[in-house]
């Protein structure tokens, strides 16, 4: 157990309807991350929180948003879904924020939009 | 520009053979970060080993043995004496230190190589 937690652990919804995310990081970790696993991108980064800020952005489509909340966990939002946004969500939380950090990761939530 | 290459899809062995899993990486930085990660059926990812780039040793933990290039910009794996347990896929990683782009200790994942080891 990484001490990340993601909920919820499945996600089925339709084509156009918007999802919320959540993440919960190890205690202590300010650092969150956001990954998308599909079959053909692979893993990619999204966005990457630090102590409620924004600090970096990746391929993340403007129909996506996140937030990091005071204490410190974080959503991920996906508005307008389309059917290729079906992916597997992680959600890692660091204790820095810089590259050096080992990433946690949690296990992650499973979107499938029909 | 940065890039994780694995170059082997899949991989199948018999239980006690040695295996090693290539990652090659790109990179304009001279301080970077090289992770290995594990992806077990279940979809986890579990963290195995960083390395950084000022340190080539080598890395030894039980029967994981990690080999560290920079001349070859290589990080390879080898799981000695593969278990059924073992079966997964495995993912290379690069985080680079200098912020490019917007990128501050995001991971480039490459694709994955499938193990598979058979009893």
């Known amino acids: 157990d990484s001490g990340v937690t993601q909920t919820p652990k499945h996600l089925i919804t339709a084509t156009g309807q918007r999802v919320t995310l959540r993440c919960s990081p190890r205690?202590?970790?300010?650092?969150v991350y956001w990954y998308q696993q599909s079959l053909d991108q692979g893993l990619q980064f999204l966005i990457q929180?630090?102590?409620?800020?924004?600090?970096a952005k990746g391929n993340i489509l403007e129909r996506f948003s996140a937030q990091q909340f005071p204490d410190l966990h974080s959503e991920l939002n996906l508005s307008s879904l389309e059917l290729g946004d079906s992916a597997l969500y992680f959600c890692?939380?660091?204790?820095?924020?810089?590259?050096?950090?080992?990433?946690?990761f949690g296990p992650g939530t499973r979107l499938t939009v029909l | 520009a940065q890039k994780v290459t694995q170059a082997q899809t899949e991989i199948s062995v018999v239980e006690k053979e040695d295996v090693t899993l290539d990652c090659v990486y790109e990179?304009?930085?001279?301080?970077?970060?090289l992770f290995w990660y594990k992806q077990p059926p279940s979809g986890e990812l579990v963290f195995l080993i960083r390395?950084?780039?000022?340190?080539?040793q080598n890395e030894i933990s039980g029967r994981y043995s990690w080999n560290f290039q920079k001349s070859t910009s290589s990080f390879n794996f080898t799981i000695t004496a593969s278990q059924v347990v073992d079966s997964a896929v495995y993912f290379c990683?690069?985080?680079?230190?200098?912020?490019?782009?917007?990128?501050?200790?995001?991971?480039?994942f490459g694709k994955g190589t499938k193990l598979s080891v058979k009893p």
């Open positions: 929180y630090y102590n409620g800020e924004e600090r």
């Open positions: 890692a939380s660091s204790a820095g924020g810089t590259s050096a950090a080992e990433q946690f």
């Open positions: 390395r950084n780039s000022f340190d080539e």
């Open positions: 990683a690069l985080s680079e230190a200098m912020n490019y782009g917007g990128s501050q200790g995001n991971l480039i």
């Open positions: 205690s202590g970790d300010l650092s």
């Open positions: 990179t304009r930085d001279t301080t970077y970060y």
